[in-house]
């Protein structure tokens, strides 16, 4: 089994995109080889979704009045979710930034 969390986090995003769809190509042809990737580049999964060996998973959240909600359950498919600029107005960054 091979794990693998945010591959080419420190590069730029079309890059990390790039390089990341190539290294999972190449990973995929092993064979009896079973890796897990943690990412949040959700391009990846549109470049490899006609892959019959390879599945997506993500983590359910929801949003209910400005709070996230985590299922804790694997679903199936590719998250659509963007929840970066919710977590940055629900900490108080977006506002104390206005009132600068």
């Given at each position: 089994m091979i794990l693998i969390d945010e591959l080419f986090k420190g590069t730029n995003q079309e890059d990390a995109?790039?390089?990341?769809?190539v290294v999972i190509e190449g990973l995929r042809k092993?064979?009896?080889a079973l890796f897990v990737l943690s990412t949040h580049l959700y391009e990846i999964g549109h470049n490899l979704k006609h892959?019959?060996?390879?599945?997506f998973r993500y983590?359910?959240?929801a949003v209910?009045?400005?709070?996230?909600?985590f299922s804790y359950q694997l679903?199936?498919?590719?998250?659509?979710d963007r929840l970066g600029y919710l977590i940055l107005k629900r900490e108080?960054?977006?506002s104390?930034?206005?009132n600068l």
């Open positions: 995109v790039k390089c990341s769809t092993l064979p009896n892959h019959p060996n390879i599945q983590f359910e959240t209910n009045d400005d709070q996230l909600v679903k199936e498919g590719i998250s659509n108080g960054v977006v104390m930034l206005e």
